[in-house]
């Protein structure tokens, strides 16, 4: 006779649940599928993926290549719970760090791989669970007793930052102008002497050219245009930078009419309006600023009025422009002018009119927060200008990061096989079933750099194992890693590859939490969606 099962959910409205070993296989899947999603674009020979959003007819829009981790991840629809939790840890890291988005989604991937096959040989999830937490604390003794600090030494310091940098774009697509852009991260971050505030340095864009062309621009470079008539020069300027709508030379209220008994009454009507714009236009003026930049509108009558004042008036400078503008130049955003001696203005040595590629842009040097900069990038096309950008901005975060946190350890897999052993020396050391765990988070962590290896087609099986055994016999102080260049194991302290600490500490450790989380699975329940209309079926 068959067994009866009671019904709880609401199948029938799509509810149900997943149970035991069907929930856990599941959860499991899916976020190692996701895993290897991002799994080829690691290391320094790692593949790109094309994002392409299916949004309006035959527009070429909604096309971008990437191997960031984090937007790849980002932009990828996904309805597995598990898969979810992967993706949000490696928007962590890119909050965090800004760099070593892959390798987090990649190692907590390989990590439930591991606990997969051992819950296969029925070994009970929390057991696993146990054995991961010995394996991460061993795992970040170690990295921790491999990092160095040159903070003391600028100059060793500087050359660890640009060794640092060079590491992070080696992966990504400004990897063959590596010392150029390490170079220009670096300057950039230098100047911003120990404040990790990325709101300073300006990444403008600006197609043609190679991607060589980039430089860095000191002072802040607005993308806007200057009012036609108007000094397109100016030194010692004071700035007022104002949010405030300056086209109220039409009437503005909707729906109104306005009825007229003759032509010179609409003509008193403008006169009107044109005082009243005036009025306001003398407010700004005294303010003794001889730039005066908005985020909205200026019409021509405003524009002619700042001409004869001979004040540059800069219309529509876009809103992130505008903050940004603000911080640099030390001004305060505006937006009624009654009390000029209470407004802050901006201060800088010079404005001018420049010109990158065939754009006019106005340059701001001088500026009063010294530190500020922009990055010109130029490229090919907008795609290539996009991941440049991100690519760089990865840089600049890992770089803000290590001059707050000056401790480096060696990349190219090494640190990985560092932890590794590590962790196998405790696994002789614990007794029972745990051991089975830790071995296998040594086996998750070995992983990494046989993926960097499979990934530029070199035999993953030979490195590994050799990067394993000059490990085990050198013991902690060893620099062996992947020299992908060559296809050989190499000395990462001679090939100069080098890495946060903070980064590599905070890979180990959101990848380790987020697999312990999706481990403690072992039911998935969907809720029903609540019906709509429908007197009944209300969920509350």
Do not use: W
Request: charged residues 25%; glycine residues 8%.
């Amino acid at each position: 006779m068959a067994r009866v099962i009671p019904k709880i959910f609401r199948e029938e409205q799509g509810a149900g649940e997943e149970k035991g070993e069907y929930a856990r296989m599941s959860a499991y899947i899916g976020a190692i599928a996701v895993a290897d999603l991002v799994k080829t674009t690691l290391g320094p020979k790692g593949m790109d993926k094309i994002l392409q959003s299916m949004g309006g007819p035959g527009t070429g829009r909604g096309v971008s290549f990437t191997n960031d981790g984090a937007t790849i991840l980002k932009s990828i629809p996904i309805d597995n719970p598990a898969a979810k939790i992967i993706v949000d840890t490696s928007k962590t890291q890119d909050i965090e760090v800004g760099d070593g988005t892959t390798s987090v989604a990649v190692l907590s991937g390989e990590l439930l791989r591991e606990a997969e096959k051992l819950t296969q040989q029925k070994i009970h999830p929390q057991i696993i669970i146990r054995g991961y937490r010995k394996a991460v604390g061993a795992a970040r003794a170690a990295l921790e007793g491999m990092a160095q600090d040159h903070s003391a030494d600028p100059v060793a310091f500087r050359q660890d930052l640009i060794n640092i940098a060079e590491t992070t774009l080696s992966s990504k697509i400004l990897a063959s102008h590596k010392e150029h852009f390490a170079k220009l991260a670096v300057d950039a971050i230098l100047r911003l002497k120990g404040n990790i505030d990325l709101s300073c340095i300006q990444i403008v864009k600006k197609v043609g050219g190679s991607l060589h062309d980039s430089y860095l621009e000191t002072g802040f470079v607005l993308d806007k245009k200057i009012g036609v008539g108007q000094p397109k020069r100016i030194e010692n300027a004071r700035v007022l930078v104002a949010n405030t709508a300056l086209d109220t030379d039409k009437i503005k209220i909707f729906g109104a009419r306005v009825r007229v008994d003759g032509v010179e009454k609409l003509a008193e009507i403008e006169q009107a309006e044109k005082d009243k714009m005036k009025k306001k236009v003398d407010k700004i003026l005294a303010h003794k600023c001889n730039v005066f930049i908005s985020r909205q509108l200026i019409y021509n009558f405003p524009e002619q009025m700042f001409t004869q004042a001979g004040v540059m008036a800069i219309e529509h400078a876009d809103f992130e422009g505008v903050e940004r503008l603000a911080l640099v130049l030390g001004a305060e955003i505006t937006s009624t002018f009654d009390h000029p001696e209470m407004t802050k203005l901006g201060h800088c040595d010079l404005i001018e009119e420049i010109v990158i590629g065939e754009d006019k842009v106005i340059r701001f040097s001088g500026v009063s927060k010294g530190e500020a900069c922009s990055i010109i990038l130029r490229g090919a096309s907008t795609q290539i200008l996009d991941e440049a950008e991100r690519s760089l901005h990865d840089a600049l975060c890992v770089l803000a990061q290590t001059t707050k946190n000056t401790r480096t350890v060696y990349g190219g897999g090494c640190s990985e096989m560092l932890m590794a052993r590590a962790v196998d020396e405790l696994a002789v050391n614990v007794p029972g079933k745990e051991s089975l765990a830790v071995e296998a988070f040594a086996r998750a962590l070995r992983q990494m750099p046989t993926i960097i290896a499979d990934n530029a087609g070199y035999d993953s099986s030979q490195l590994v194992a050799e990067l394993r055994a000059l490990h085990h016999r050198e013991g902690a102080g060893c620099a062996a890693g992947l020299d992908m260049e060559k296809g050989t194991v190499g000395d990462m302290k001679q090939l100069r590859i080098l890495e946060a600490l903070k980064s590599k500490q905070q890979v180990v450790i959101s990848a380790h939490d987020a697999a312990e989380m999706i481990l403690r699975v072992d039911d998935i329940i969907k809720c029903a969606p609540r019906q709509r209309g429908g007197g009944h079926g209300h969920a509350h």
